[in-house]
């Protein structure tokens, strides 16, 4: 008989994390302490326990404000080298100890500059970080391999000097590119210049589209600037017809398109319904979606502010959408095809990780 289907369970199985945030997942403590270290002022409170569940509870709130105050903390506590290392590291260690055995975390370097560390000191440091947490996380017995991705801030300008950056550090594990911030009035067509210096330099980038914003924001991701995955993507549902008479679907364009090009969509269930996407993870169109078998991923976005890991997000879908190992294998699989790595090294992982780990927990 196949393993039963637990968080625990779900936590000793093989995952990947597409679309996971870097200051968005730091441990409390290590917010209070860096707090501490910096002289940074403002934290709510120094109980590690009360501080958590203050971010939790924030995200909950459905007021934005509310939400991106804590993302104020977190970058405020971010600013200096040691800081961003081991920030870097925990984030690795944490993921490895939940059972990600690839992951490309992103972070927006811009938001670390406030007290005068340059671009380039900003990556170095991270990418200390991450290839430290790498090996901690060997010495505990956890295999992980982490890429990351940049982030320019759609609201600001720089876009292009974000993805020089990328390109620039790609060979010490600069996966890729991406667009954050708000969607609605800075659309993604705004910096075509910017995707077209990617497309040139053959380097790799997705979009945050088609959560807060809707379809057009999906369409101008992927026809405009040629997005190779679509960051939550959510709305995309909304170019699909369900009928009620017998629960067939009818494909817009848009919606067809994105299924039969393969393009990824890097849904984050929890913090859909924090922002707003979806009103209950029973409505999320992540069931139907999967259903249509368009090219699903599953996705943390930030584990601090949504109090979730990937094995909870798992857990949660199973519980809600009658999933099993098969199932959670088909979204790990999907991630990692659709990871920003070479050919070579995701077969790998698929034929000698992914695959042995889920065949064991399903036998």
Not at 151 to 177: P, T
Not at 293 to 298: K, Q
Request: glycine share 10%.
């Amino acid at each position: 008989m196949s393993t039963p289907l637990t968080l625990e369970t779900i936590r000793s199985a093989p995952k990947v994390l597409l679309h996971d945030h870097l200051d968005g997942g730091l441990r409390p403590q290590t917010v209070i302490e860096l707090a501490d270290a910096s002289g940074y002022q403002g934290l709510p409170t120094t109980d590690a326990g009360v501080l958590g569940g203050w971010f939790r509870d924030n995200a909950n709130s459905g007021s934005l404000v509310r939400y991106l105050e804590g993302f104020a903390h977190t970058c405020g506590v971010m600013q200096d080298e040691a800081a961003l290392v081991r920030v870097a590291a925990e984030a690795v260690e944490d993921l490895a100890a939940d059972g990600v055995v690839y992951a490309e975390i992103r972070y927006a370097p811009e938001l670390n500059t406030a007290k005068g560390l340059a671009l380039e000191q900003v990556v170095e440091a991270v990418q200390e970080g991450f290839r430290l947490g790498e090996r901690r996380a060997a010495a505990a017995g956890h295999r992980i391999r982490v890429g990351t991705l940049l982030c320019a801030m759609r609201q600001n300008e720089g876009w292009l000097r974000i993805a020089e950056l990328a390109v620039r550090y790609r060979d010490l594990g600069v996966a890729g590119f991406d667009i954050a911030g708000p969607e609605a009035g800075f659309p993604p067509s705004k910096g075509r210049d910017t995707f077209e210096y990617l497309r040139q330099q053959n380097a790799h980038f997705t979009i945050h589209a088609g959560e807060a914003f809707g379809l057009p924001s999906i369409w101008e991701a992927i026809q405009h600037c040629g997005a190779e995955r679509l960051g939550h993507g959510v709305r995309i549902a909304d170019d699909i017809k369900v009928s009620e008479a017998d629960g067939t679907a009818e494909l817009g364009r848009l919606a067809a398109y994105v299924r039969d090009r393969r393009i990824p969509l890097e849904m984050c269930p929890t913090s859909n319904l924090q922002t707003g996407a979806a009103p209950t993870l029973a409505d999320h169109p992540i069931g139907l979606l999967a259903k249509l078998r368009f090219r699903v991923t599953v996705n943390t976005d930030n584990r601090l502010m949504s109090d979730c890991s990937l094995s909870s997000e798992f857990a949660a879908l199973a519980e809600t959408f009658g999933y099993g190992w098969a199932d959670l294998r088909w979204f790990t699989i999907n991630a990692m095809k659709s990871a920003f790595l070479g050919f070579d090294e995701r077969l790998a992982i698929i034929d000698e990780v992914i695959k042995p780990g889920y065949a064991a927990l399903s036998a």
